[in-house]
């Protein structure tokens, strides 16, 4: 296992609220991605944060936002929920933004929206 | 636009069988590749990764992939699978330059019968 924690496991919402998913990285790390992983799809990337500062952001709304935290914790959060924001949530640490940095993923959120 | 395929998805072998995933990419620049395996309940782990150098790359559990930079192609192997090798397989890819995060494949299940 990795030193990487997501809470809460599982969360069931209603469409059109609001969620907040948490993620505490690795020791030593500093840098905090975020994916979505639909079902039967790879993760794709919704953002990154690197020293409480977005670093990069896919291909997502405005809806999704987040927060990186001095002790390098992240939150994710998600506004105006739609049924197709169901998915498995995850987080990833790294040491740095690097390239050469290797991305050490926690367990998930698993979200589902009805 | 970046984007990475695995053209197996679902692989059903027998104990002992060799093992072969196809993993292309479309990125004409300088790219980091990566394998990451999602046993049942479980994180996604790193198999291997290749960012320079001999294009034979050796991760654990005897798993092993070649990059052939001309194909833009990744494909992981393993001569002889075993039952515990039941997994999804997950083949990514990171840019050396641009925003620093992995891009995904669709991912390939690997049932492998005793």
């Known amino acids: 296992e990795t030193g990487v924690t997501q809470s809460p496991t599982h969360l069931i919402k209603t469409r059109g609220q609001q969620v907040t998913l948490r993620c505490s990285s690795q020791s030593g790390h500093n840098t905090v991605s975020w994916y979505q992983q639909a079902l039967g799809q790879g993760p794709q990337f919704i953002f990154q944060?690197?020293?409480?500062?977005?670093?990069g952001r896919g291909n997502f709304p405005p809806r999704f936002s987040g927060l990186q935290f001095p002790n390098y914790s992240s939150e994710l959060n998600v506004n105006a929920l739609e049924l197709d924001d169901s998915a498995l949530y995850l987080c990833?640490?790294?040491?740095?933004?690097?390239?050469?940095?290797?991305?050490?993923f926690g367990p998930g959120t698993r979200l589902t929206v009805t | 636009a970046q984007s990475v395929s695995q053209h197996n998805h679902h692989v059903i072998l027998s104990e002992a069988a060799s093992l072969e995933l196809g993993c292309n990419y479309s990125?004409?620049?300088?790219?980091?590749l990566f394998w990451y395996v999602q046993y049942p309940g479980q994180h996604l782990q790193l198999l291997l990764k290749?960012?320079?150098?001999?294009?034979l790359v050796k991760g654990i559990k005897g798993f092993e992939a070649e990059f052939i930079k001309s194909k833009f192609s990744f494909n992981l192997r393993k001569p002889s699978v075993q039952w515990s090798d039941t997994a999804e397989y997950f083949c990514a890819v990171k840019r050396q330059t641009g925003a620093n995060n992995l891009f995904f494949g669709t991912g390939t299940r690997l049932t492998v019968i005793p």
């Open positions: 990833a640490s790294s040491e740095s933004s690097g390239v050469s940095y290797e991305q050490y």
């Open positions: 944060y690197y020293r409480e500062e977005e670093n």
């Open positions: 990125y004409g620049g300088t790219v980091n």
């Open positions: 290749y960012f320079s150098g001999d294009p």
